[in-house]
């Protein structure tokens, strides 16, 4: 069964794939990158598409899972970035069952354009178990897509004030809150970025 959240993109996976890799990781992450850790971590990414954020961070020397439930994108990630030393993993938010299983935490989580595709109930068990996963100051970064929903898509509206809320909740402190229109050129599409940090 398809994990929900990934309907429609195992079909146009040929098509996402050159717009997912046509960006850059420091572009994606611009307002951001200077909260990453800079000696090598250990980096959850959760819905990493094709791997180009993966990759990147991989190749800065940080050991990097890569969650992604689309098989035809994980297949696309597999191929495109094999020399990078990536832990591919075919799991799905929100209860990440694999990942807590190999009993490993993360300084760095990465939520990028994949918060917005779980509903209500489904943010909030996704973002305890997220917390549980986190090493002591532990940075996560969210980017929520705001906009017209995609034809095939499974997606809701969710803001930045919730994401903030359901944070703090779980004892995590907001260092980071903007906005940004959308880098792909879709005018009626924006984004909000969010960084989190654990407490130390
Ligand atoms: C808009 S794409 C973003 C991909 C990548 N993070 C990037 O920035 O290029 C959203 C990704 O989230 C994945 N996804 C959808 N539902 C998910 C879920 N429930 N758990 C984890 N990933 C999910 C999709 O398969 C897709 O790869």
Redesign the pocket.
């Known amino acids: 069964m398809k994990?929900?959240?990934?309907e429609g993109?195992g079909e146009t996976a040929d098509a996402l794939v050159k717009r997912?890799e046509s960006l850059s990781f420091a572009d994606?992450h611009r307002e951001t990158l200077h909260l990453f850790p800079m000696a090598p971590s250990r980096v959850l990414d959760?819905?990493?598409?094709?791997g180009?954020?993966a990759a990147a961070l991989a190749a800065l020397g940080h050991t990097v899972v890569a969650?992604?439930?689309?098989p035809e994108?994980r297949a696309h990630g597999q191929r495109l970035h094999r020399d990078a030393a990536i832990i591919w993993i075919d799991d799905?938010?929100p209860d990440l069952d694999k990942v807590p299983a190999r009993g490993e935490r993360f300084d760095l989580v990465m939520l990028?354009?994949?918060w917005m595709?779980?509903d209500l109930g489904q943010r909030e068990r996704a973002m305890a178990r997220i917390a549980a996963l986190l090493r002591p100051g532990a940075l996560v970064t969210l980017l929520l897509r705001h906009g017209p929903v995609p034809v095939g898509r499974r997606m809701f509206e969710v803001s930045a004030a919730e994401t903030r809320a359901l944070a703090a909740h779980h004892g995590l402190e907001i260092i980071h809150d903007s906005e940004r229109p959308a880098l792909l050129g879709d005018s009626a599409v924006w984004w909000s970025v969010l960084a989190l940090r654990a407490p130390a």
């Open positions: 994990a929900s959240g990934t993109y997912y994606v959760v819905g990493a598409g094709t180009r954020d969650v992604e439930p689309t994108l799905a938010l990028t354009a994949v595709h779980l």
